[in-house]
């Protein structure tokens, strides 16, 4: 395996890679404040149902009411950095409209968990359906429209180019997230060498160089498989998307599991006409979009087709 020692990332930018939800432990007490007894922050239950109504406006999240822990874990550093003295205060800042402090209250309550070739079945299903179209089609164009750490994106552009078998693949990868340290983390494509230590000995050759020396432990992204990926941040309840494709893939995974019924179907319809009139759509293995079946059908493991999209290609995107 190629070797390296140039000046990465410092290690404590890139470890971790995802967030678990072990700070949502259930209800103790009359209030999150008093379920510890440590908090440093005053926090009221009216405080947790104003930050559950605030970040589903902002990014469509139905938070669990049990997630009262988790919340305090997550925003208190922010309250720290801002130096304000209570949730309430906090929350009164963000509504004020400080985009960046928006920015950083989502990246905050998102989670990140992914894997390289996270659910396996897609990348082979993603390369047949590729070879099928670009017979006839010059270029295609595949999103992945949760793209986290970076991790599926990677993974899609190592499909296409072993699928091809050039780092000059006809297929554009875009990759986009709504949280922002997320993005950064991706385009660095450092990561800590325990996320690849199921990838195969060919792969790691190809696709990765190893750190040494102060980056021993982590790995980097090859840079010819970086520029396959093209990052934008990018918030599906946006009004508008800055995207100009339509695309042959759209991969979506683990991402509805969040949203409320109503918030997966308004996403969903927005989809369709992003789609190729052969494009598919893959979703996680706990997603089903039996509420959204006038606008896709399944036609795979976890992967669906749209129903009735115009086929003239003059169907206007949101």
């Not at 109504?53 to 925003?75: D, F, T």
Request: hydrophobic letters at 40%; charged letters at 25%.
């Amino acid at each position: 395996m190629n070797m390296i020692q140039g000046q990465w990332p410092a290690a404590a930018t890139v470890a971790a890679t995802g967030r678990g939800d072990a700070g949502g432990a259930g209800r103790r007490g009359n209030s999150p404040q008093g379920a510890t007894g440590l908090h440093q922050f005053r926090y009221t239950d009216n405080d947790f149902e104003r930050i559950r109504e605030l970040i589903h406006r902002c990014a469509g999240i139905s938070l669990n009411p049990g997630k009262q822990h988790m919340v305090y874990s997550r925003l208190a550093r922010r309250l720290r950095v801002r130096r304000v003295p209570s949730f309430a205060d906090y929350i009164d800042l963000v509504e004020r409209g400080d985009q960046a402090e928006i920015e950083e209250f989502i990246n905050a309550l998102t989670t990140n968990l992914t894997a390289f070739f996270r659910e396996p079945h897609h990348f082979p299903l993603l390369a047949r359906h590729l070879d099928r179209l670009v017979s006839h089609r010059r270029s295609l164009a595949v999103w992945s429209s949760a793209a986290s750490s970076g991790e599926e994106p990677y993974s899609l552009a190592m499909t296409v180019v072993e699928h091809f078998g050039s780092f000059n693949p006809p297929v554009k990868i875009y990759a986009s997230d709504i949280d922002t340290s997320a993005l950064d983390r991706a385009r660095r494509g450092v990561y800590a060498a325990e996320r690849v230590r199921d990838m195969s000995p060919s792969r790691m050759k190809r696709f990765f160089l190893r750190g040494e020396g102060k980056n021993a432990g982590y790995v980097r992204v090859k840079p010819e498989l970086q520029r396959l990926v093209t990052f934008e941040r990018l918030n599906l309840l946006d009004e508008q998307w800055p995207l100009a494709e339509r695309f042959d893939a759209i991969f979506c995974r683990n991402v509805m599991i969040y949203f409320d019924k109503t918030t997966q179907y308004q996403v969903l319809k927005r989809f369709v006409p992003r789609l190729q009139p052969e494009g598919l759509l893959f979703a996680g293995h706990s997603e089903s979009f039996h509420q959204a079946s006038d606008l896709f059908r399944l036609c795979g493991k976890t992967v669906y087709s749209p129903v009735g999209i115009a086929r003239d290609g003059n169907r206007e995107a949101p």
